[in-house]
Structure formats: structure tokens, C-alpha cells
């Protein structure tokens, strides 16, 4: 049965307001996934099919679309952002509101939105404070093989990073990456759903998707000079498979 939904969140964050803007606009690479700005006007095309319905820089933004391509459970979705300066302008409030409709299995779907808003902000937040906004250089992303989707597929990802049960978040950590080459990062979050891992040039998501009924997914954010994005992607690529090919 169709129902409506609606997912709202507030924070600060240490970024301008205009950081925020080009982030949410045109810098959607370095934390979510590439996609096409939107025409800067009202009434202009959006991404993914959508309306521009608010242009507002850079205080707010929303857009629109009532059949979302690619995506058969949901026949509207609404993204809207709300930018206001903080501390003179040095910073940041930010309040960000998904709303739509989702065709069926509303009660797992709005808790897999939800689940996944917090992690995207939060990946927007270190985007900003620790990348300064600046351009990605290469985005992939993918998912895992089928056996991935079992219940503790994520804490298979953890284990093959050589991650600690009790590492801190924000702490300094060390990972095993593709062909066993240990790398120094950021543990920047982590809970039964997803982990994230900053590093100087990348910023690393294993999504646990396993948990609404689809399997680990991966994006990498890497922002080295000269990155490319079918290498970062065959790389992690073997390394998620490895991970689920252990006896």
C-alpha cells in the first residue's frame, strides 16, 4: 500500500554556508554520488528527472520528482535544504528534509532511508571539515556478491578490514585494503549498519544493505590527484569479494 513519508534532520557543521551549497548542488561526488547539478533558476531541471522547485543560494534548495526513475517502490521523492550562517558566518546550520511516497514495504524501506540519511550527513560533515569541499577526483561505487546478504555480512566486512570489536570511532586505525596493503585511517563511523573509513586522500562506505534485504554495498570517494575510478573500483571490488570467498 502506498504511504507517505517524511525524514528530517538538523545540524551544524564547521563549513560556510556557500561551502554547503556547493556541496549539496554541484559536489554531490565527494559524498553521496555524482550527479547533474541543477539548473540554477526555479522551475529548472534537476537531477534524476527532478524539478528545481526551491532556488534560494545559498539558502535553500529543493527539488522534485512524482515518478522516480530506476526506483519502482517509491513514486515521489523530495530532497530539500535549508542553509542558515552560524558564528558570523564561519559556520553552518543545516536542515535537511526527504520527503515522497513509498509503494510497498513502507516499514523497511523508511527504516533503510532513515538508517542511510544519518550516514550520508554524516559523510557530507567529514566531506566538508575534512576535505574542505573540494572536487572529487574519482567516485565508484558497487555492490557485493550474493553472499553478502547474509545477517552478519557487515560484521564480515569488519573482521577483513582487521578491524577491532572495540576500535574507537574518531580514533586512528589500520586496515587491510586490496591485496593485503595495510592502510592508516580514520575510523569515522561505525554501527551495525555502515563503517566509514577517511584516509588523507579517500573517504571509504561499506553500506550493510544486507540488513533490508540486499546485499554489502561499497562506495569510494578518493580525492589523490591523478585517482582513477575503474582501478579504485576493481580494487575494493576483489577485496568485497575476497572477504565473502573465505571458508
Do not use: C
Not at 556557500?18 to 531541471?45: D, F, H, I, S, Y
Not at 522534485?64 to 552560524?86: K, M
Not at 561505525?190 to 573517504?203: E, H, K
Amino acid at each position: 500500500m502506498s504511504k507517505e513519508f517524511e525524514i528530517a534532520r538538523e545540524f551544524e557543521v564547521d563549513a560556510t554556508p556557500e561551502q554547503v551549497w556547493e556541496a549539496v548542488t554541484a559536489g554531490t561526488g565527494g559524498w553521496l554520488w555524482p550527479m547533474e547539478a541543477p539548473e540554477p533558476r526555479e522551475g529548472g531541471k534537476g537531477p534524476f528527472g527532478s524539478e528545481v522547485v526551491v532556488w534560494d543560494p545559498p539558502h535553500r534548495y529543493a527539488n522534485r520528482v512524482e515518478d522516480v526513475e530506476g526506483i519502482s517502490e517509491q513514486t515521489l521523492n523530495q530532497l530539500d535544504y535549508t542553509v542558515e550562517p552560524r558564528d558570523g558566518g564561519r559556520r553552518a546550520w543545516v536542515r535537511y528534509v526527504h520527503s515522497g511516497i513509498f509503494v510497498d514495504d513502507w516499514d523497511n524501506q523508511y527504516d533503510g532511508a532513515s538508517k542511510h540519511t544519518e550516514f550520508y550527513l554524516h559523510t557530507l560533515r567529514e566531506y566538508l571539515t575534512a576535505f574542505g569541499g573540494r572536487p572529487v577526483t574519482a567516485f565508484a561505487t558497487f555492490d557485493g556478491p550474493e553472499a553478502s546478504g547474509t545477517p552478519d555480512a557487515l560484521a564480515t566486512v569488519g573482521r577483513a578490514l582487521g578491524l577491532a570489536d572495540d576500535a574507537t570511532v574518531g580514533g586512528r586505525v589500520q586496515v587491510r585494503g586490496p591485496e593485503g596493503q595495510l592502510l592508516d585511517a580514520v575510523l569515522d563511523f561505525r554501527n551495525p549498519y555502515f563503517i566509514g573509513l577517511r584516509t588523507d586522500d579517500a573517504m571509504l562506505r561499506f553500506f550493510g544493505r544486507n540488513h533490508w534485504g540486499y546485499v554489502v554495498g561499497m562506495s569510494v570517494h578518493d580525492f589523490a590527484p591523478g585517482a582513477d575510478a575503474k582501478a579504485d573500483e576493481a580494487a575494493w571490488q576483489g577485496w568485497l569479494n575476497g572477504a565473502f570467498s573465505q571458508p
